[in-house]
C-alpha cells in the first residue's frame, strides 16, 4: 500500500545513500543502482527487467494515473512513505519520491528515491514522515546514456539551470551549454560511469527565473546499472542550495562577527570594525558614520523623529572599500560630513526605518543635485545598489551604516538589508557600551584629576616633577597619591601614599587620605605626628565602614611624609609602611635612609612612627615612589631599588627627564600595582634671605623688635611693607611677653612672601577669637589675620610654640 502526496520536493544532499532505480512507463526495471541493492539487497542482474511491484505495492494502473493527474503533472511527481519488500523477505519502511521523467517523443519514465526510515535519526525520521520536509526544495532529474547524451530529465531541471528540454534532450551537456563548467560537470559523469561510485558535486547556473543572480547547484551523480548489471547511463539528481548557501554566509558573516566586533571600547574602532567585517562579505564599499558627541560618552543626540540641525552633521567612524584607498568616500575617517537635505540618509534618520535602494538613481532631479561630491564619487566608482541602516538603541540615534555595491553586479535584496540590520544592532550594542564606557572613563578622570594636584606647587626651596600611572589604564585612577604642600616658614612638604587596591575604589579611598593629610599639615604637626594622626584616621574610618558593603572603604594605605626647611637645609621624614626616599647629593651617588618603616596605616597594631632628621647638601634631589615601581612580578623590591637608583643616578639630567628614566625601568607588560614617582631638587636661602633676633621677656622690647625690623625691610627694599608688618610684629611678640616665660626669637624670611615668626618657651597655641565690645584685649591675632595672607602656629619639637604670618611681597598683586 501506497502512502504519501504529490510532490516536486527533496534534497538529494541530505540522503547521500538514496536508493535510485528507474522503472518505464509500464512499471519495469530499467536502471539499478548500488544504493538501490544495498536497500532491498537485489542485485541488478535480477531486478533489471522485473516488475517494481516485486518490490512495491504498485500496479502499471497507478502509474498511468499518476501520469495523468494534473497535480502529479504540476509538481513532477509523487512522494511519501510505502511498505518494501526485501530480498531476504522481511519488509522494511521507506520514503519513497517517484520523479517523472520526460524522453524524446514525450515518452515517460520515473526515477524512483528511497530511504529506509529506520536508518534515519529520530530528529530526521519525524522530519521525512512529514512532508513538510520533503518539500523544501525542488529537484532536478536528469538522466544520461552511455556516451553521456541527456536521454531523460524531469521539469524542474530547466528552471534550476535555464536549459529548455527539447535543447537539452539527445545532447551532450557541452551542446546544450557551452562552457568550461559543463565540460567540467561532464568529466564528473564520466568518472561515475567508469567508477561506479555516487559523486556530489556543485555547480554555477543562472536560471531564466533569476538570470541576474548566480545560483549554486548540488548535484548527486549516481551509475545506472542495466541488463548483467552493465553500466548503462549515469544519472543526476540536483538541487538549488543558492539559499541555504547564503544563509551558510550569512551564518558565517554573524559568527565572525561574534568574534570580531565587541573587543572595543573605542566608539571609533567600533565602528571600523564594522566596516571591515561588511566588506566584501555583504558590500563593496561601507562607510559608517557616527553622532560626535558618542565619541565623549554622552548621550545621543535626541530620540528618532525628533532630530535638531546637529544631528545632521555627522563623524565618520569607519570605512572599508574593496577598492585601495577608498575612492568611494570624499571624506576621510574622523572627518565630519553633512548630509544632504531630504536625501536616503535624512530620511532614515528622521524615521528610524532602514532604506534599500536595489538600482540607486543618480539621474537628474534625484537628491544627488544637491549633494555634487556624493554625485560625481558615485559615477566615477560605478555605485549602482543602496543600503542604509541607523544606528540606534532605545530609540536613540548614535549613528548610521552605508552599504554600497560597485563591482558586484547583483544589487542589493531583502535578506541583504536583513543581514545589514543584524550586524548593525550587534554594532549599535557594542557602540552603547563604549559610549558608556567613555562617560564613566571621563567621570573616573575627572575624579582623578580632581584628587590629584593639577600643578605641583613649587618656590625658591624646592623644584618637582612627578609621573603617575595607573595600573587600570583604561580608566586612567588608582589608589597612589602624591602631594606637594607648602607649609609656614618657608617649609615644603611632600607626601606619597599608596592605598591598597586598584581602580576608581582605590581612587575615592586616596581622595579621603588626600584630604586628611592636607588637614593634618596645615596643623603643622611634625611627620611623625601627623603618621599617627593619619593612622587614627585611618582606623576611624574603617571603623566607620565596618557595618558597610561600601567598596570605596579604606582597608589600610602606606604612605612617606617629608618636610625640608630651606633655611637649616634639614630634611625630616617619616614612613609608615612605605618604601623609603631615594636621595641623590650632587655628584649622583644615591641612597636610601636607614628610615624606621613603621607599620601601615589603619592596621591598628599601636606601634608610634620615628622621624629622622638629615641635613642635605645644596642642590640634593628627592625621590618618593610607591611600590609599583621597584616591585614587579618578576623581581623583588631589592633589584627594583637598584634599577631606580641606577636610573636616578644621573646629576646632569633635568627632574622630568630624570622621571622618564626611572619609568623606563619598568617592565614592557602593564604593571599590577599602580606607580607614582615624585622628584624633588632641593635648594637653600642665602643666609641674607633670613634675618634673627633673640629678644628678651620686657615689655619694652616691642619697641626695639619694631626698630630691627623696620631696619631690615629698608634693607630688603620692603619699605612698603613696613606699616603692616610692624603692626603685625607689635601683635605677636606682646603676645609672647604676655603669656610666655624665657626668650623670645623673631625670625624674617624672604622667599616668595615675607614671613614673620615669632617663638617663644610656652606651648600653648594661640586662638583666634571675636572679642567682644566690652573686652579690652583679645583682638591681636584678628588684627593680624587682616594685615597678612595666612597666619598660623605650630609646636616645636625642642618645646615651645611659633606663631607666624605671611605677607606679599607686592601687596598690589
Known amino acids: ?35 538501490a541493492q544495498r536497500l532491498v539487497g537485489y542485485p541488478a542482474t535480477e531486478m533489471v527487467g522485473q516488475a517494481v511491484s516485486t518490490l512495491l505495492p504498485l500496479t502499471r494502473q497507478t502509474l498511468l494515473d499518476w501520469a495523468s493527474t494534473e497535480e502529479c503533472l504540476a509538481r513532477g511527481g509523487w512522494s511519501g512513505t510505502a511498505t518494501v519488500r526485501h530480498r531476504d523477505g522481511h519488509t522494511l519502511k521507506a ?24 536508518s534515519l535519526s529520530p530528529v530526521a525520521t519525524t522530519g521525512w514522515v512529514r512532508d513538510s520536509l520533503l518539500t523544501r526544495t525542488p529537484i532536478g532529474v536528469v538522466v544520461h546514456d552511455r556516451d553521456l547524451h541527456c536521454a531523460w530529465t ?48 556543485e555547480f554555477r547556473a543562472w536560471p531564466a527565473s533569476d538570470p541576474r543572480r ?21 544519472c543526476c539528481m540536483s538541487v538549488d542550495v543558492t539559499v541555504s548557501r547564503r544563509a551558510r554566509e550569512r551564518l558565517a558573516i554573524l559568527s565572525e562577527a561574534s568574534m ?62 574593496i577598492h585601495r584607498g577608498v575612492p568611494e568616500s570624499p571624506w576621510a575617517r574622523g572627518e565630519l560630513v553633512a548630509l544632504p537635505p531630504n536625501s536616503p540618509f535624512t530620511r532614515v534618520l528622521s524615521s528610524g526605518r532602514p532604506h534599500l535602494e536595489p538600482v540607486l538613481d543618480g539621474s537628474a532631479g ?51 538589508l536583513l543581514l545589514a540590520e543584524e550586524l548593525v544592532s550587534r554594532t549599535a550594542l557594542s557602540l552603547d557600551n563604549a559610549r558608556r564606557f567613555a562617560r564613566e572613563r571621563s567621570a573616573a578622570l575627572t575624579l582623578q584629576r580632581n584628587l590629584l594636584p593639577q600643578r605641583l606647587v613649587e618656590g625658591t626651596a ?26 609656614s616658614g618657608a617649609r615644603t612638604a611632600l607626601v606619597v601614599g599608596d592605598v591598597v587596591g586598584h581602580g576608581i575604589n582605590a581612587a575615592a579611598a586616596m581622595g579621603r587620605l588626600r584630604t586628611a593629610v592636607h588637614t593634618l599639615a596645615d596643623l603643622d604637626l611634625p611627620p611623625d605626628e601627623l603618621l599617627a594622626h593619619l593612622d587614627d584616621t585611618v582606623r576611624r574610618m574603617a571603623e566607620e565602614d565596618t557595618d558597610s558593603q561600601d567598596p570605596t572603604r579604606v582597608t589600610g594605605a602606606t604612605c612617606l611624609y617629608v618636610v625640608y626647611d630651606p633655611v637649616t637645609r634639614k630634611c625630616t621624614m617619616a614612613r609608615a609602611g612605605h618604601p623609603p626616599p631615594a636621595i641623590i647629593d650632587p655628584h649622583g651617588k644615591v641612597t636610601f635612609p636607614d628610615l624606621p618603616s613603621g607599620t601601615p596605616l589603619g592596621v591598628g597594631l599601636g606601634v608610634s612612627f620615628e622621624a629622622v632628621e638629615l641635613e642635605l647638601p645644596e642642590g640634593s634631589r628627592l625621590a618618593l615612589y610607591t611600590d609599583g615601581l621597584i616591585e614587579t612580578r618578576d623581581h623583588d623590591i631589592d633589584a627594583g631599588m637598584k634599577h631606580l637608583g641606577d636610573a636616578l643616578a644621573r646629576p646632569s639630567r633635568s627632574l622630568e627627564d630624570l622621571c622618564s628614566s626611572a619609568i623606563a625601568t619598568l617592565p614592557t607588560q602593564s604593571s599590577c600595582d599602580d606607580v607614582t614617582l615624585l622628584v624633588a631638587r632641593t635648594h637653600a636661602l642665602r643666609p641674607s634671605q633670613t634675618t634673627c633676633w633673640e629678644l628678651p621677656r620686657d615689655p619694652s622690647v616691642v619697641h626695639h623688635a619694631r626698630t630691627l625690623v623696620t631696619r631690615r625691610l629698608s634693607e630688603w627694599g620692603l619699605e612698603r611693607l613696613e606699616a603692616s608688618t610692624q603692626l603685625i610684629i607689635s601683635e605677636l611678640v606682646t603676645n609672647a611677653v604676655r603669656h610666655a616665660t624665657g626668650p623670645i626669637r623673631l625670625r624674617l624670611i624672604r622667599h616668595q612672601v615675607l614671613t614673620c615668626e615669632v617663638s617663644d618657651t610656652s606651648d600653648t597655641l594661640p586662638r ?11 583682638r591681636g591675632l584678628y588684627i593680624v589675620a587682616q594685615l597678612c595672607r595666612r597666619h598660623g602656629a605650630r609646636c616645636l619639637t625642642s618645646g615651645g610654640k611659633t606663631v607666624w604670618a605671611e605677607q606679599e611681597l607686592d601687596p598690589g598683586i
Open 462 to 487: 624646592i623644584e618637582t616633577a612627578s609621573r603617575y600611572l595607573p595600573a587600570d589604564a583604561d580608566n586612567g585612577v588608582g589608589g597612589d597619591w602624591f602631594d606637594v604642600i607648602p607649609l
Open 95 to 118: 520514503s519513497l519520491r517517484f520523479s517523472l521523467l520526460w524522453g524524446q517523443d514525450q515518452e515517460i519514465h520515473w526515477l524512483i528515491s528511497g530511504t529506509d526510515i529506520a
Open 154 to 201: 524531469n521539469d524542474a531541471m530547466e528552471r534550476q539551470d535555464g536549459i529548455p528540454r527539447d535543447q537539452r534532450l539527445g545532447r551532450r551537456l557541452p551542446e546544450a551549454l557551452p562552457g568550461v563548467e559543463a565540460e567540467r560537470l561532464e568529466g564528473v559523469m564520466r568518472q561515475v560511469l567508469d567508477s561506479g561510485i555516487t559523486t556530489v558535486h
Open 1 to 35: 500500500m501506497l502512502q504519501g502526496s504529490l510532490c516536486e520536493r527533496l534534497d538529494p544532499r541530505e540522503t547521500p545513500d538514496a536508493a535510485i532505480a528507474m522503472i518505464d512507463a509500464e512499471g519495469m526495471v530499467v536502471g539499478w543502482t548500488s544504493t
Open 260 to 321: 570580531c566586533m565587541g573587543n572595543s571600547l573605542d566608539v571609533m574602532q567600533v565602528g571600523q570594525e564594522l566596516a571591515d567585517l561588511a566588506v566584501p562579505l555583504l558590500a563593496d564599499y561601507v562607510n559608517v558614520d557616527l553622532a560626535e558627541s558618542i565619541q565623549f560618552g554622552e548621550a545621543p543626540f535626541a530620540r528618532i523623529g525628533s532630530l535638531d540641525d546637529r544631528c545632521r552633521v555627522l563623524r565618520r567612524a569607519g570605512l572599508a572599500s
Open 366 to 416: 534625484t537628491w544627488f543635485d544637491r549633494d555634487p561630491d556624493r554625485a560625481r564619487t558615485m559615477r566615477e566608482t560605478g555605485m549602482h545598489s543602496l543600503m542604509v541602516v541607523p544606528i540606534r538603541t532605545r530609540h536613540a540615534f548614535l549613528g548610521m551604516a552605508v552599504f554600497i555595491r560597485t563591482e558586484e553586479l547583483m544589487p542589493f535584496q531583502e535578506d541583504d
Open 214 to 234: 548566480e545560483h549554486a547547484i548540488a548535484a548527486s551523480y549516481f551509475c545506472l546499472q542495466g541488463a548483467g548489471g552493465r553500466a548503462m547511463g549515469v
Open 768 to 778: 583666634l577669637r571675636h572679642a567682644r565690645p566690652s573686652d579690652e584685649g583679645g
